[in-house]
């Protein structure tokens, strides 16, 4: 009789294992699919930040790893703020590809209006997107100065409500930096407060707001102004109608509630 019972626990032991394997029990874990990858809905600027997710079904809501690549721009696990603009190291913290079990990364959009392709992994299945971006409505134009100087001029176009804003100015090693100002568009020196740093490599950061309490700013005008000088030994600059030596990036724009302002055309 012993013998017998124990043939027959262990029959049942093996057989709960067969069905478990085969999904009986409801045990089973379920095909993942990328259904969707969301940009926030909207047109897409150039030089914007815009927040990406997926879409996922399956996996029995496990927290699941995801794999992120752009072909164009960079990506970033955390949203970029004023700080983080301002961050010089920030600069190699950005990537063309980034993984992480957390629901949204960052892309940063290219300084000038094009296509880009994004797309996400996760456990073997991957979805694509194509993506269109225009120009931005926050602008760079260089004229000539002095001496052969190039003076950088940051605008804003038919914004609402703009309270404050945070971006680079990018430049080729055939400049230096030697001065930044602030524009008028968000007030005289007095209702505002403003940085910008010409003591970083490959890059001017700058920052401006409204001061506590005040409303923000409709329509268009200059946020800063940089002037650089031709780098000593130089014979790269450009001419005077030429910008390729100058870009705008991580542009990060707030309303006078503190949310974030979307650069959408």
Not at 49 to 60: D, H, K, Q, Y
Not at 148 to 163: E, Y
Request: proline share 4%; hydrophobic share 40%.
């Amino acid at each position: 009789m012993t013998k017998r019972f124990f043939l027959t626990a262990i029959t049942g032991i093996l057989l709960l294992f067969a069905l478990a394997s085969c999904g009986g029990g409801g045990g089973s874990s379920s095909q993942v699919s990328v259904t969707a990858i969301n940009t926030g809905g909207g047109s897409i600027s150039a030089g914007s930040v815009v927040p990406l997710s997926a879409t996922i079904s399956g996996g029995n809501g496990q927290v699941m790893l995801k794999n992120w690549t752009v072909s164009a721009g960079s990506l970033m696990l955390n949203p970029p703020d004023f700080s983080l603009t301002l961050r010089a190291t920030a600069k190699s913290t950005s990537e063309t590809s980034v993984s992480t079990t957390g629901p949204t990364v960052y892309w940063v959009v290219p300084a000038t209006a094009g296509t880009a392709q994004i797309s996400v992994t996760v456990e073997g299945a991957s979805r694509t997107l194509d993506v269109t971006y225009g120009a931005s409505p926050v602008t760079l134009a260089v004229n000539s100065g002095s001496n052969g100087q190039r003076i950088v001029t940051v605008s804003a176009s038919n914004i609402s409500d703009l309270f404050g804003a945070a971006f680079r100015v990018n430049y080729s090693d055939g400049y230096t930096p030697v001065s930044v100002e602030a524009g008028d568009f968000l007030g005289p020196a007095n209702e505002i407060l403003f940085l910008g740093l010409a003591n970083q490599a490959d890059f001017v950061p700058v920052a401006i707001t409204r001061k506590n309490g005040a409303s923000g700013k409709d329509g268009s005008g200059v946020l800063a102004t940089i002037t650089f000088q031709p780098a000593s030994g130089s014979s790269s600059a450009k001419g005077a109608s030429q910008a390729e030596g100058f870009d705008l990036s991580s542009l990060f724009f707030i309303d006078s509630t503190y949310a974030r302002i979307q650069l959408d055309n």
